[in-house]
């Protein structure tokens, strides 16, 4: 049984505190992006395992899709195992989300495929103890997102527009990012704008596109910046690095101006180019 595990993108990102447990509060719009990975699952009678063919990410118990799974199995009791075989073309570590989508998409195939012993809210949370990026993926939907990052109120305005990605050849941790984010930085002028936004606000590529993070990736990584200018310079209606980085996108009016931006834009050395379309309509995990 084949199943695909979308990337997403960050439209905006609005870093609005720091918590006790050195988590950090956001303000964000997310919404999956037609790039996939590949999921197949075979039931057995008992275990985990996966085999990923991809050199940065790990086949052993830490991979996120294997974590879902046990984890599904522990809290329901089912007393079955299932063989995860994982083919990524999301870019690994990319602020595309794709080990949290993976995660996603294995507890809610799990628990289809189980008569759906675990209620949504539950899936949710489960979800949040994997990563804080896992519950908008069983969400499933273009989503505004509070806490860090799991609180999730559906957002239906965003237009299906396609983008261009640019994925930078640089390793970057999430981690690291918001360990140097410098929050009294971004954070004064903030609050009051931030909270205008609701899920009836149209959304202005001109006006919106907007990450916090960027404040320490561009400083760090010129490639980043550069990336952009490429995306600006090939006819983006907007650009924005999405989540902690390195990948940047482009909004384009239609999916010729996205092709054409794909096919000419210069590449660098180990960079990867894409072309997708924002899920606006959702997709099914
Ligand atoms: C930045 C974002 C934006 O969507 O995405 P990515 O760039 O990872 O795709 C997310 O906030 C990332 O979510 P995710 O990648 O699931 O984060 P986790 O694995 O839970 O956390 C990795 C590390 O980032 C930091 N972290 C994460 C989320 C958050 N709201 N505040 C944090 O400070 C913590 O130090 C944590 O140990
Ligand atoms: N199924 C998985 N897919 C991708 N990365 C995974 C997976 N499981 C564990 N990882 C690890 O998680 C880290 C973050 O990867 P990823 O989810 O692609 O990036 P991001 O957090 O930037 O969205 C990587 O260091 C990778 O080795």
């Known amino acids: 049984m084949k199943v695909l595990s979308p990337a997403k993108i960050n439209l905006f990102l609005h870093v609005t505190g720091k918590r006790a447990d050195g988590y950090h509060d956001l303000f964000t719009l997310m919404c999956c992006i037609g790039l996939f990975d590949e999921l197949t699952f075979e039931l057995t009678d008992s275990g985990v395992s996966v085999r990923c063919d991809h050199s940065a990410v790990p086949s052993d118990a830490s991979n996120l899709a294997h974590r879902a799974a046990t984890l599904f199995f522990e809290r329901t009791g089912i007393q079955a195992g299932v063989s995860i075989t994982l083919v990524k073309h999301i870019p690994v570590a990319a602020g595309l989300g794709g080990g949290s989508s993976n995660a996603a ?140 980085g390195p990948a940047v996108f482009g909004v384009f009016k239609d999916p010729a101006a996205a092709e054409q931006a794909y096919a000419t834009i210069p590449r660098q050395t180990g960079e990867r180019l894409f072309c997708a379309t924002l899920l606006t309509a959702g997709h099914t995990a």
Do not use: C
């Open 105 to 244: 998409t294995v507890l809610v195939w799990l628990n289809n495929r189980f008569g759906r012993p675990l209620s949504m809210d539950r899936l949710l949370e489960m979800g949040a103890l994997l990563g804080a990026d896992v519950p908008f993926f069983i969400f499933g939907r273009p989503a505004l997102a509070t806490g860090i990052g799991n609180r999730l109120v559906a957002y239906p305005l965003l237009p299906s527009l396609p983008v261009v990605l640019i994925h930078p050849d640089i390793p970057v941790s999430t981690g690291d990012i918001y360990k140097s984010f410098n929050l009294t930085l971004t954070n004064n002028k903030k609050i009051s704008t931030i909270h205008s936004f609701t899920k009836q606000t149209p959304f202005e590529f001109a006006k919106h596109l907007e990450n916090d993070l960027e404040t320490v990736t561009l400083e760090r990584y010129p490639e980043i910046g550069a990336a952009k200018k490429r995306l600006v310079a090939a006819g983006a209606r907007g650009v924005l690095m999405s989540g902690s």
